[in-house]
């Protein structure tokens, strides 16, 4: 039974950007874990912090904990455009995520905002919306992984075919989308390649998905494509950013080389990334049961 005191001391750990980022971190997937209306009362105060990656967090985690009660706060931050592209973004994607079709007309709305990755994550996000409604009753969390996908993946299981299909620029970005996470669910060392070519086309926004689903495969196949995207200082801080978070998740030693190189990036959102990506690697290596502790090192702390 976790108490109401509870809650609050790791909501609080959560909004004091005194804390070190991996505590913070910590805190929020303890919180996104334990779910109810405190937890994404905290969740949301965070919003009016400095760092763009924790709001971005923040926002995936409002989507994938797919609590109605979410919508308003997400509604406010997609549309407050003094917030960074990458946090207003996903925003949007958790309002699909929470597949509630009370917000597809605002999402169509916001499907041509000039913001590119804020457009094309609304148009996904309608995408979800619309095939949901054509597909009652499924599952909002398909295959292996337990996450809620922006597109439900395609039920094509071929790796080349669906290789094809991910790196078809003149294809619908929905279905690169199907096909990414096809490929993510079918796993192994050809779909962990097929993949990281995607991390050389497309949008910022599809190469930063690439990124999220190679951290959730975790195959070391995908290790030299996302350090040298890392490494490419021309290349979106959104999308650095999430190779830095894979490279965490999969946690070999090539990963922890390239993560120490660049946690004094110049770009904000990628040495913060590193940072965070370090503490996801001694997670993965290390003896503890979950990454989410927050709760667990409240109660053990005298």
Known sequence: ??????????????????????????????????????????????????????????AYCLGQMRDPSAIPVLVGVLGDTSQEPMV??????ALGAI?????LDLLKQYATDPV?????????????????????????????????????????????RLREALLDEARPLFERY???????????EEAALALAEGLRCGSALFRHEVGYVLGQLQHEAAVSELAATLAR????????????????????????????????DPEQ????????????????????FQYADGLERLRTTP
């Open 1 to 58: 039974m976790v108490t109401e005191q509870e809650v609050e001391a790791i909501g609080k750990i959560l909004v004091d950007p005194k804390q070190p980022l991996p505590a913070r971190f910590r805190a929020l997937f303890t919180l996104r874990g334990l779910g109810g209306p405190e937890a994404i009362a905290w969740i949301s105060r965070g919003f009016e912090d400095s760092s763009a990656l924790l709001k971005h967090e923040l």
């Open 88 to 93: 207003r973004h996903e925003a949007g994607e």
């Open 99 to 103: 597949g509630n079709p009370e917000v």
């Open 116 to 160: 590119v990755e804020v457009a094309e994550t609304c148009q996904l996000a309608v995408g979800r919306l619309e095939w949901l409604q054509q597909h009652p009753g499924e599952p909002a969390c398909a295959g292996p992984y337990l996450s809620v996908d922006p597109a439900p993946p395609s039920e094509e299981h071929d790796v080349a």
């Open 178 to 188: 199907r096909a990414m996470f096809a490929l993510r669910n079918v796993g192994g």
């Open 233 to 264: 200082t021309t290349e979106s801080p959104m999308v650095r950013h999430e190779c830095a978070e894979a490279l965490g998740a999969i946690a070999r030693p090539t990963c922890l080389v390239a993560l120490r190189d660049h946690v004094t």
């Open 269 to 288: 959102v990628v040495r913060e990334s590193c940072q965070v990506a370090l503490d996801m690697y001694a997670h993965e290596t290390g003896q503890d």
